[in-house]
């Protein structure tokens, strides 16, 4: 995995460099949008993206993104509060502009700096989110703003997922990758449009009237089949060398981590008795993990929670039973190590979950 670091120490010289500053001031909101009060283009939407871009540049460390929203209905007012993702530490917010304007044409400037808008840990990893709402938004309002994660020197950052289409209309979209070194690209695209590569080296495609993600009963896992587009650096592997290389490292984690050790042998004696067949250990075994405590279904703990309970986070198997809870993957785990304990010959499987995606091996990324 490459790893996005924050640029502490030419954060000027980036500044200087960053599209989000040259274009910092927006362009005069065109009166036809102002008077929009619903979109042929997509009747009954409850708002619409007006335009939107991202250009990312791993060469020069940051990604800028914008967008500009109309809003038709008060449903539509949810896409005043952004939320943009970044690594703690690793990555940063950097020149943040936005502005609500009403279909009156007046205009209100959101009047905060990157660093007073609240931080929200999501996950193991630090990923986290800088939440800003747009102010004074009102049914009829357009909503634009633009903002830049920048990294640190010295890593490489992770290629871009450009997701095409959005919950809403989309009328006009840009995209914009300038990598640092060799990648490749897969995806799906709307009849007609292409990504397009620069004699810069810098891939593009340019969308209009891009439809919103459906919403049906019963459909198939919608990420397989919506307009997006995956980059990834390929380096020495083709797909065949890559899942084998990632595979053989995954599963020397899960041997690790499922070791069966002397607490977990306990442990295991502890569920199962010696005349038992394999299937009731099994079964024995899988009642027990049963009954821990789901961390995906409860909730997590917190640090200082697990520092007042005098916990600490799973490394081993043997953690998660002592604990008397984790995550599914920490459990499906512990039952690993336990049929390992118990001398069953077992194995552990990853797979995408239906609900998300079906597994491209042609998108050499394990998330």
């Known amino acids: 995995m490459r790893n996005p670091i924050f640029l502490h120490g030419a954060v000027l010289f980036l500044a200087a460099l960053s599209p989000a500053v040259v ?32 250009i990312d540049n791993n060469a020069r460390h940051f990604r800028t993104r914008y967008a500009r929203i109309k809003v038709l209905t008060e449903r539509g007012k949810e896409l005043a509060t952004v939320t943009p993702l970044f690594l703690q530490g690793d990555s940063e917010i950097y020149e943040l502009h936005g502005r609500t304007i009403h279909s009156d044409g007046t205009v209100i400037p959101l009047k905060v700096r990157p660093e007073d808008l609240l931080i929200v840990k999501n996950g193991d990893f630090e990923l986290k989110q800088k939440v800003f709402t747009l102010p004074d938004v009102d049914v009829g309002s357009i909503l634009e703003y633009r903002y830049d994660v920048v990294w640190r020197d010295g890593f490489f950052v992770d290629a871009p997922r450009w997701e095409i289409q959005q919950p809403y209309f989309v009328h006009k979209a840009h995209y914009q990758f300038t990598p640092d070194s060799d990648i490749l690209w897969s995806g799906r695209l709307p009849a007609g449009a292409d990504v397009k ?27 397989s089949f919506f307009y997006e587009i995956s980059f990834h650096y390929h380096g020495e592997f083709d797909s065949t060398d890559f899942w084998k290389s990632e595979t053989e490292d995954w599963s020397e984690g899960i041997n690790r981590f499922a070791q069966p050790s002397k607490a977990v042998k306990a442990a295991v004696n502890g569920q199962i008795a010696p005349g038992d067949s394999d299937l009731d250990k099994a079964k024995k075994l899988y009642a027990a993990v049963q009954a821990l405590d789901n961390t995906d279904y409860s909730r997590e703990k917190t640090e200082t929670e697990m520092k007042q309970l005098n916990l600490k986070a799973a490394k081993h198997a043997e953690d998660t039973w002592t604990q008397k809870s984790g995550s599914s993957e920490d459990i499906a785990m512990l039952y690993l190590a336990m049929l390992r304990a118990a001398g069953l010959s077992a194995y552990a499987v990853k797979v995408v979950d239906r609900d998300k995606a079906v597994f491209d091996p042609s998108y050499l990324d394990t998330d």
């Not at 004699?199 to 209009?208: H, K, N, Q, R, W």
Request: without cysteine.
């Open 23 to 54: 274009y910092a001031q927006f362009q005069p909101p065109d009166p036809e949008e102002l008077k929009m009060t619903s979109d042929p283009k997509a009747p009954g939407a409850d708002a619409a993206y007006l335009e939107m871009s991202e």
């Open 197 to 223: 590569k620069s004699a810069s080296g810098a891939y593009s495609v340019d969308l209009t009237d891009v439809p919103p993600i459906p919403k049906e009963d019963w459909m198939p896992p919608i990420r």
